[in-house]
């Protein structure tokens, strides 16, 4: 089925351990997006890629790297987990870029635990 | 202050109730989303807006580009409505970027 696939859909890291979570459309969307949903608090974005080998930071990057080698992947890495990035994850894309977008898609999450 | 800001934050309704849930904001935007999330999931696509009035089934979304408002309407509710409803802009550019609203908690009881 098309859409936006996350693996894994849990994580449960030690402080310090570094991981990577996975996203892949196949859908041709060009804007694929990482963001981080915490309680009381609405989503917020981490990184963004507006094509294959571009990537920006968003509102909340520290912590986090990215890569956009492909148009279908944008896995996240977390460098050396810290107990403030416990959150559940979502990656979404979505395309038609420079004017509104036809909609975006979102991943089914994945729920990361650092201990 | 939140560029968007939803309210109610939580909502309980009885089931075959008309419910409407608001949004605004204070940015400028190409578009605004109304998002789906039930408990444990993931977030489903409702609505995308740039003017006007949206119907699918039972969901109505309106949008007032003006007054910086939208609501989102769910005409005779059923329990399977139950979930968190999330407004999202989306500024304008070549970025594309959403800005997220906290959500609004609805429960539907039988």
């Known amino acids: 089925n098309a859409g936006v696939t996350q693996t894994p859909k849990f994580q449960v890291l030690k402080t310090g351990q570094s991981m990577t979570l996975q996203c892949a459309q196949d859908m041709n969307h060009e804007y694929m997006s990482w963001y981080r949903q915490d309680p009381g608090m609405g989503l917020r974005l981490i990184h963004y890629?507006?094509?294959?080998?571009?990537?920006d930071q968003g509102e909340v990057p520290n912590g986090y790297n990215v890569s956009r080698s492909t148009t279908e992947d944008f896995p996240l890495r977390l460098l050396s987990a810290a107990p403030s990035q416990t959150s559940v994850y979502f990656c979404?894309?979505?395309?038609?870029?420079?004017?509104?977008?036809?909609?975006?898609?979102f991943g089914s999450g994945t729920r990361l635990t650092v201990v | 202050k939140n560029e968007v800001e939803q309210s109610p934050q939580n909502l309980t309704a009885q089931e075959g109730e008309f419910i409407t849930i608001n949004c605004s904001y204070s940015v400028g935007i190409s578009a605004l989303h109304w998002l789906q999330q039930h408990p444990g999931g993931g977030i489903v696509s409702l609505f995308m807006?740039?003017?006007g009035k949206k119907k699918h089934g039972r969901l109505i979304a309106t949008i007032n580009i003006q007054e910086k408002h939208s609501s989102l309407h769910i005409t005779a509710s059923h329990p399977r409505d139950s979930a968190v409803y999330i407004c999202a802009v989306e500024e304008g550019g070549a970025t594309n970027k959403l800005i997220f609203g906290t959500g609004t908690l609805l429960a539907v009881q039988p």
């Open positions: 807006l740039s003017s």
């Open positions: 979404a894309s979505s395309t038609a870029l420079g004017r509104f977008s036809y909609g975006y898609t």
């Open positions: 890629s507006v094509g294959a080998g571009i990537t």
